[in-house]
């Protein structure tokens, strides 16, 4: 591919170094024959790509953003010129990589990265009108060999926020894109803070910008924690409250999400401590329920423990999801804190007399990778004997009763088989023999009189009329 020529403007490219078809913009790394600085030449060309104007106003919007941002984080604006392709922006150039690239993010180098984007928000949210940078993706941030980071790519840029036109064109990048601006309603501080959020999840997770949205539920909610190692649960809940479907949920500008990331520390992990190594029951009461309590604890400084039980599956339970059993239960079921008072209950109702049942719990907990194993053992008393009596008298009188129930029931069926045939014969025989009597009577009628006839049969309706049809001929 010809590079073009722009030293009449004062410039020598050197290499492309990408090229965005459908926006019509080229970049070029150049140096300035002047003070043989390294720049960036952002070039938007009118005929030589699929440009539009949507793009060029895109493009000019870029530049009268850069022209008044002045900050470490954003490359410096440096000129702007005309060519007879098109409009060219000159910034300067930063020896970076983007955060896509592929690299090792421990939650510390993370947690840097977070930190320096927020203060570039900061700066943005101070101007007036704030800047909303509506484009914010690992492929936008930049972060060099001694951890700076910095902002590019204003052209979706917004001076203020407030409310869309509805007739606008939706920009920005799916999966990055607050729902507010999905939607084309009013963006706010907390909207970039909803592109950075996602960006550190792909950091975290490993997914990549493309699969992020796989992530995303009906509801907009981002579900990642399935995919990471067990991490400080302030840490987590952090960078949730960051991708906050509502913007009112999220944190109101970066500042104040500064404020709450600061004191976290990402790289301690909590320690699971347990007053109990097993749960057991024993000489139970038949039909009670019983109650234990579990003590959890944690005692590492500036971390949070987190968790939730589980009773593994077993082949003489009814079926049960992780968060429901029909006999055992957890107050609290899921937990943050480190402190923790949990109860634990079993409805022996559920259970026979006289048995001994052991079940396995899980406690999933974020102080290490794999979940804590526990043993709950219950053993049941026998029934009194006069309960047993009592329960053997009544089981004889349930036996009797049903015997004689299926007993009534099959003598219903017999007779039903019995009686049955001979009612279908009877109507059968009537049905045979009433045709011709009737039809016989008829006849008789001819000779007799209709009137002798009509009142021995009620049948006045068959009265004799010569001068009617009604009588059937011989």
């Given at each position: 591919m010809?590079?073009?020529d722009?030293?009449s403007?004062?410039?020598?490219?050197?290499r492309?170094?990408g090229c965005?078809?459908?926006?019509g913009r080229?970049?070029?790394?150049?140096?300035?024959?002047t003070?043989?600085q390294?720049?960036?030449?952002?070039q938007?060309q009118?005929?030589?790509?699929?440009s539009?104007?949507?793009?060029?106003?895109e493009?000019?919007?870029?530049?009268h953003?850069?022209?008044r941002?002045?900050?470490a984080?954003?490359p410096?604006?440096?000129?702007t010129f005309?060519t007879?392709?098109?409009l060219?922006l000159?910034q300067e150039?930063?020896?970076?990589?983007s955060l896509s690239?592929?690299s090792?993010?421990?939650p510390?180098k993370?947690k840097?990265?977070?930190?320096?984007?927020?203060?570039i928000?900061v700066y943005?949210?101070?101007?007036s009108?704030?800047v909303?940078?509506?484009d914010?993706?690992p492929?936008?941030?930049?972060?060099?060999?001694?951890?700076?980071v910095?902002?590019?790519?204003?052209?979706?840029a917004r001076?203020?926020?407030g409310?869309?036109?509805?007739?606008?064109?939706?920009k920005g990048?799916m999966g990055?894109?607050?729902p507010?601006q999905?939607?084309?309603?009013?963006l706010?501080?907390?909207?970039?803070?909803?592109g950075?959020?996602?960006?550190?999840?792909?950091l975290?997770t490993?997914i990549?910008?493309?699969e992020i949205?796989?992530?995303?539920d009906?509801?907009?909610r981002?579900h990642?924690?399935?995919l990471?190692?067990p991490?400080e649960?302030?840490w987590?809940?952090?960078?949730?409250?960051?991708?906050?479907?509502?913007p009112?949920?999220r944190?109101r500008?970066?500042?104040e999400?500064?404020?709450?990331?600061?004191?976290?520390n990402v790289t301690?992990?909590?320690?699971l401590r347990?007053?109990?190594?097993?749960?057991?029951?024993s000489d139970c009461?038949y039909g009670?329920i019983?109650?234990q309590n579990?003590?959890?604890?944690?005692?590492?400084p500036?971390t949070?423990?987190?968790?939730?039980w589980?009773?593994?599956?077993h082949i003489?339970d009814?079926?049960?999801?992780p968060y429901?059993h029909s006999?055992?239960?957890?107050q609290?079921?899921?937990?943050e804190?480190n402190e923790?008072e949990?109860e634990?209950r079993?409805?022996?109702r559920?259970?026979?007399a006289d048995r001994t049942?052991?079940?396995k719990i899980?406690?999933h907990h974020?102080?290490a990778r794999?979940?804590q194993?526990?043993?709950?053992?219950v053993t049941?008393?026998?029934?009194?004997?006069?309960l047993i009596?009592s329960s053997?008298?009544?089981?004889?009188l349930?036996?009797t009763i049903?015997?004689?129930l299926?007993f009534?029931i099959?003598l219903?069926?017999?007779?039903g088989l019995?009686?049955?045939p001979?009612?279908?014969?009877?109507?059968i025989?009537f049905?045979i023999?009433a045709?011709?009597?009737?039809?016989?009577?008829?006849?008789?009628?001819?000779?007799?009189?209709?009137?002798?006839?009509?009142s021995?049969?009620?049948?006045?309706?068959?009265?004799y009329?010569?001068?009617k049809?009604y009588?059937?001929?011989?």
């Amino acid at each position: 591919m010809t590079l073009p020529d722009l030293t009449s403007h004062g410039y020598q490219i050197e290499r492309e170094l990408g090229c965005n078809h459908l926006g019509g913009r080229v970049t070029y790394l150049a140096q300035n024959q002047t003070t043989q600085q390294a720049v960036v030449i952002k070039q938007f060309q009118f005929a030589r790509l699929d440009s539009n104007w949507d793009a060029y106003r895109e493009f000019e919007q870029e530049i009268h953003t850069l022209q008044r941002l002045s900050h470490a984080g954003i490359p410096r604006y440096l000129d702007t010129f005309e060519t007879s392709d098109g409009l060219c922006l000159v910034q300067e150039f930063i020896q970076a990589q983007s955060l896509s690239s592929d690299s090792t993010w421990t939650p510390q180098k993370i947690k840097n990265v977070a930190l320096r984007a927020l203060a570039i928000l900061v700066y943005l949210q101070k101007q007036s009108p704030v800047v909303i940078h509506r484009d914010i993706k690992p492929e936008n941030i930049l972060l060099d060999a001694q951890g700076k980071v910095y902002l590019v790519d204003f052209g979706f840029a917004r001076m203020g926020g407030g409310e869309v036109a509805a007739s606008s064109v939706v920009k920005g990048t799916m999966g990055f894109m607050p729902p507010e601006q999905l939607f084309n309603r009013e963006l706010t501080t907390a909207s970039d803070l909803y592109g950075l959020g996602v960006t550190l999840i792909c950091l975290l997770t490993g997914i990549k910008s493309g699969e992020i949205g796989n992530l995303i539920d009906a509801d907009y909610r981002l579900h990642f924690r399935h995919l990471v190692p067990p991490q400080e649960i302030g840490w987590l809940n952090w960078l949730e409250k960051m991708v906050e479907a509502n913007p009112k949920d999220r944190y109101r500008n970066a500042k104040e999400a500064i404020l709450a990331l600061k004191p976290l520390n990402v790289t301690r992990l909590p320690k699971l401590r347990l007053s109990h190594a097993g749960i057991e029951f024993s000489d139970c009461k038949y039909g009670k329920i019983l109650t234990q309590n579990l003590m959890i604890s944690n005692p590492i400084p500036e971390t949070m423990l987190a968790g939730r039980w589980e009773v593994v599956p077993h082949i003489s339970d009814s079926p049960h999801t992780p968060y429901r059993h029909s006999w055992i239960h957890f107050q609290p079921h899921k937990f943050e804190g480190n402190e923790v008072e949990c109860e634990v209950r079993v409805d022996t109702r559920f259970l026979s007399a006289d048995r001994t049942y052991i079940r396995k719990i899980l406690l999933h907990h974020n102080a290490a990778r794999e979940p804590q194993e526990l043993t709950l053992q219950v053993t049941t008393q026998k029934l009194p004997d006069f309960l047993i009596r009592s329960s053997q008298g009544s089981r004889l009188l349930k036996y009797t009763i049903a015997s004689f129930l299926h007993f009534t029931i099959f003598l219903i069926l017999s007779l039903g088989l019995i009686i049955a045939p001979i009612l279908f014969g009877c109507a059968i025989f009537f049905w045979i023999l009433a045709g011709p009597l009737l039809i016989g009577a008829l006849r008789i009628d001819d000779f007799i009189g209709t009137k002798w006839i009509g009142s021995v049969l009620n049948l006045n309706w068959l009265k004799y009329s010569r001068k009617k049809s009604y009588r059937i001929e011989s």
